[in-house]
Nanobody, 125 residues
Framework: QVQLVESGGGLVQAGGSLRLSCVAS????????MGWFRQAPGKEREFVAA????????DYAEFVKGRFTISRDTAGNTVHLQMNSLKPEDTAVYFC??????????????????WGQGTQVTVSS
């Protein structure tokens, strides 16, 4: 079992930055691929970014490339999402998730085994 707790959300003006963090507890953090998803009101949960347990490059949704960066701190059992140049359309609840799958790409919610409770990000125009 893995427990995930997100933090770092809040209200920011367009063009601003936020850094989300997700602390994992339970089973070995390093054996999971980690991902961030988001869900806006009335919309489906969508993939944002993922970082593998190996050294392969991280994966990003097209709409965040060049603005968001995912990283992991294995010693601290933490994964971060640095979000720069935020836009009002980035407003959503952001979820951290852990995947034990052997798939190369982990972009679907069903690829993930554990989820955090989410943290609200609101970007004002």
């Amino acid at each position: 079992q893995v427990q995930l707790v997100e933090s770092g959300g809040g209200l920011v003006q367009a063009g601003g930055s936020l850094r989300l963090s997700c602390v994992a507890s339970g089973r070995t953090f390093s054996t999971y691929d980690m991902g961030w998803f988001r869900q806006a009101p009335g919309k489906e949960r969508e993939f944002v970014a993922a970082i593998k347990r190996s050294t392969v490059p991280s994966d990003y949704a097209e709409f965040v490339k060049g603005r968001f960066t995912i990283s992991r701190d294995t010693a601290g059992n933490t994964v971060h999402l640095q979000m720069n140049s935020l836009k009002p359309e980035d407003t959503a609840v952001y979820f951290c998730a852990a995947s034990s799958t052997s798939l190369w790409y982990v972009r679907r919610p069903n690829d993930y085994d554990y989820w955090g409770q989410g943290t609200q990000v609101t970007v004002s125009s």
